[in-house]
């Protein structure tokens, strides 16, 4: 059975142009780019033409790019580096909707001393922005705003973020894994000083991923040793995965126009159709800004776990806002932080698209989708149908 695959969010199928692309670096050309020999040396230029690559998908310089193994890495280094370089500021601004790899993150500090704000967001997963303003103090040091949320898709008000953030003089770090490669980012437009990419979710393989800091942007290094990468990020560069990054930089840019009217329009017809065919079936998220990949939906008093298990079996591959990586049944701190009611949060499914998508696929899972909804909600006990009323609302 073929696997329909709406889970990009979640990693991405990679490139067939960009494996092409790797492939020598694999095979023949296996040197070390540190290298004194030819052999190895000429891989530089090789890291050179990614970086150059990567630059002009964010536009920026070349050199304000650091390579790093992925996403949680890059925020990891954004985050210890620049704590580690404003030892007297012990106050760090983010949201109650970051990704692991930065709420853990700042949580495990909060744990060591540092003062940690969590803003809220509201009904639709927007922060506000006048208590952005308010929270930042002399004593912060970093403010760390996602650019678009993974399960929601909800684009954050970046450029607004910046002008707030650099006026108050903190140090702005976004994670923009959800980002790039769906939506421009144009970093001459865009005062962020830190910004994290993963190469997994835009079609490199896994185990890549960059860094940008702005040029002047003080920031310790996280990972330590040689001298690579501008002596910012230590290891030998792993040569096959930086040239994958750039190629699938410069695909996302050729593809960014699919990406936002083809694929988009099939994430609309998905989640139109969805909503119109289950009854008691609410989209999560901002409706106005977000990554035109993504939909969250709650099917109400059902099971997101039952709901992946019976598309499992159809060949549909998505995701549950519930199940976390530990693989606990706790709900979506996403969806709790903006309110989402008890009876939906449990049943929200992410469906992530990409551009390898197609019309047939969307129809699939249009057609197979309602009737499991269905299925399930005449087992459920906390279905209106189903259960006397006081179990709804208790
Ligand atoms: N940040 C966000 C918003 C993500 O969605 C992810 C992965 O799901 C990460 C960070 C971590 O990236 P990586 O898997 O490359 O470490």
Redesign the pocket.
């Known amino acids: 059975m073929k696997t329909v695959y709406l889970d990009n969010?979640?990693?991405t199928a990679v490139d067939p142009e960009v494996l092409q692309e790797m492939m020598p670096y694999l095979t023949e050309l296996y040197g070390n780019a540190s290298s004194i020999h030819n052999f190895g040396g000429q891989l530089g230029k090789k890291i050179d033409h990614a970086r150059q690559q990567a630059a002009q998908l964010l536009n920026c310089h070349p050199t304000e790019i650091i390579f790093t193994?992925?996403?949680?890495?890059?925020?990891n280094t954004a985050i210890f580096g620049t704590l580690a370089r404003y030892p007297d500021k012990k106050h760090i601004v983010t949201t109650r909707v970051?990704?692991?790899?930065?709420r853990a993150t700042c949580r495990q500090l909060q744990q060591q001393g540092y003062k940690l704000t969590e803003l809220p967001v509201d009904a639709q997963g927007r922060i506000d922005l006048d208590q952005l303003q308010d929270e930042i103090t002399d004593n912060t040091a970093l403010v760390s705003i996602?650019?678009?949320?993974?399960e929601t898709g909800n684009i954050f008000p970046l450029k607004r973020i910046a002008d707030i953030v650099k006026d108050k003089g903190a140090i702005l770090h976004t994670?923009?894994?959800?980002a790039v490669g769906k939506i421009p980012i144009d970093l001459a437009q865009l005062p962020v000083d830190l910004l994290?990419v993963?190469?997994?979710?835009l079609h490199a393989p896994?185990?890549?991923?960059l860094l940008y800091i702005r040029r002047g942007t003080r920031i310790a290094p996280f990972m330590v040793g040689g001298h690579q990468e501008f002596s910012k990020r230590a290891g030998t560069e792993n040569v096959p995965a930086i040239v994958a990054l750039g190629q699938a930089c410069q695909l996302a840019q050729k593809h960014m126009t699919d990406e936002n009217t083809r694929v988009k329009q099939l994430r609309d017809q998905l989640e139109a159709g969805l909503i119109k065919t289950c009854p008691n079936s609410r989209i999560n998220g901002d409706p106005h800004a977000r990554v035109p990949n993504t939909t969250n939906i709650s099917f109400e008093y059902i099971e997101g776990e039952a709901i992946l298990l019976q598309l499992d079996r159809l060949g549909i591959a998505a995701s549950s806002g519930s199940a976390c990586t530990s693989g606990s049944l706790e709900p979506s701190h996403v969806l709790r932080a903006m309110g989402v009611p008890f009876t939906a949060v449990h049943g929200s499914i992410r469906f992530s698209l990409s551009r390898f998508n197609t019309q047939e696929e969307i129809a699939y899972v249009l057609e197979k989708v309602p009737p499991v909804i269905k299925l399930l909600r005449s087992m459920s006990p906390f279905s209106p149908e189903n259960s006397p009323n006081e179990i709804l609302t208790s």
Not at 98 to 102: D, G, S
Not at 146 to 150: E, L, Q, S, V
Not at 175 to 178: G, S, T
Not at 206 to 209: D, N, Q
């Open positions: 969010n979640a990693t193994c992925g996403g949680t890495e890059s925020d970051e990704h692991p790899a930065v996602m650019y678009a949320n993974n994670d923009a894994v959800q994290s993963s190469g997994h979710k896994k185990g890549i991923g």
